[in-house]
Nanobody, 121 residues
Framework: QVQLVESGGGLVQPGGSLRLSCVAS????????MRWYRQAPGKQRELVAA???????PYADSVRGRFTISRDNAKNTVYLRMNTLTPEDTAVYFC???????????????WGQGTQVTVSS
């Protein structure tokens, strides 16, 4: 069994910063791509950023230059540093990761439960 748990969300003023964390735990053999998504009220879930095991980091146009994704493989953790936040960044932020739990077989994508980020004065 694998679990992803996000933390670090909260209320922040426009222009402020937050850092989200997502820790994977359980019977993990290997973690491949790790991603952050977000879903604002009434909108579809969108991909914010991803990071491959080799460190490639594609970003959504709306966050490029303001958000930074990183990972600590020793801790099975992915981070999202968010700077210069605007009210349009308000959403529930979810992490997911492609994980294998044995030495063979294809990775399965697991999701966290989400953490709320609210940007408001």
């Amino acid at each position: 069994q694998v679990q992803l748990v996000e933390s670090g969300g909260g209320l922040v003023q426009p222009g402020g910063s937050l850092r989200l964390s997502c820790v994977a735990s359980g019977n993990i053999f290997n973690i491949y791509v790790m991603r952050w998504y977000r879903q604002a009220p009434g909108k579809q879930r969108e991909l914010v950023a991803a990071i491959t095991p080799g460190g490639t980091t594609p970003y959504a146009d709306s966050v490029r230059g303001r958000f930074t994704i990183s990972r600590d493989n020793a801790k099975n953790t992915v981070y999202l540093r968010m700077n210069t936040l605007t009210p349009e960044d308000t959403a529930v932020y979810f992490c997911n990761a492609d994980i294998t739990t044995g030495g063979m077989g294809s990775p399965i994508t697991y999701w966290g439960q989400g953490t709320q980020v609210t940007v408001s004065s």
